[in-house]
């Protein structure tokens, strides 16, 4: 278990799935960003 879990820290493919599920996820929300606008235009 402790070399899967290695693995799947290492891996650029698991990596971008995650940054996509959570873009994908906090995309609908529509909150503002740091800058106070919810949307680009």
């Known amino acids: ?3 899967l ?3 799947l820290l290492k891996s ?3 990596r971008t799935l995650a ?3 959570v ?3 906090n995309g609908a ?3 503002a960003g740091i800058d ?3 949307s680009l235009s």
Do not use: N, P
């Open 23 to 25: 873009a994908q996820d």
């Open 1 to 3: 278990m402790h070399k």
């Open 29 to 31: 929300k529509k909150t």
């Open 12 to 14: 650029i493919s698991a």
């Open 5 to 7: 879990q290695r693995l």
């Open 19 to 21: 940054v996509r599920r």
């Open 36 to 38: 106070g606008k919810a």
